[in-house]
């Protein structure tokens, strides 16, 4: 059997505000959207699941920042640009750009302090 993973869940306060940050700061197209539950599409195929730690089941045992969700990009100018654009609309950053052993890299964080790396792999 081969699984293919099509979609990440993050266990949110409030899925509408998390889906409207994905929404404008992403360009994340919302799926679908209710009080306990949201779904974005992001790409072509992965689809991200905003689900109320209030309502979920089995309840969450973790808060936000316990897993990242990483974003690579082109080169280190576009991984500047966006961290410029980013502390611009007032995103908190976790972590400044920075040369890390596996590439340049900046860490922002969401409404609920999910972790959001942005990255350009480098070659060791």
Same mark, same amino acid.
């Given at each position: /059997?081969? $699984?293919?993973p099509s979609l990440q869940i993050l266990f949110v306060d409030q899925p509408e505000r998390s889906a409207a940050f994905y929404s404008e700061h992403f360009g994340a197209r919302v $799926?679908?959207?209710?009080p306990t539950f949201a779904m974005l599409a992001l790409g072509d195929s992965a689809r991200l699941g905003l689900w109320s730690r209030h309502t979920a089941e089995p309840g969450p045992t973790a808060a936000g920042g316990g897993?990242? =969700?990483a974003f690579a990009q082109p080169d280190? @100018? &576009?991984?500047d640009s =966006?961290?410029? &654009?980013?502390?611009? &609309? @007032?995103?908190? /950053?976790?972590?400044a750009p920075v040369? /890390?052993?596996? @590439?340049?890299?900046?860490?922002?964080t969401d409404p609920d302090g999910h972790r959001l790396r942005v990255f350009h792999p480098e070659g060791n």
């Open positions: /059997m081969n $699984l293919s $799926l679908e959207s209710s897993t990242e =969700l280190r @100018g &576009a991984v =966006l961290h410029a &654009a980013w502390t611009a &609309a @007032g995103i908190p /950053m976790a972590q040369a /890390m052993d596996f @590439g340049y890299t900046f860490v922002a």
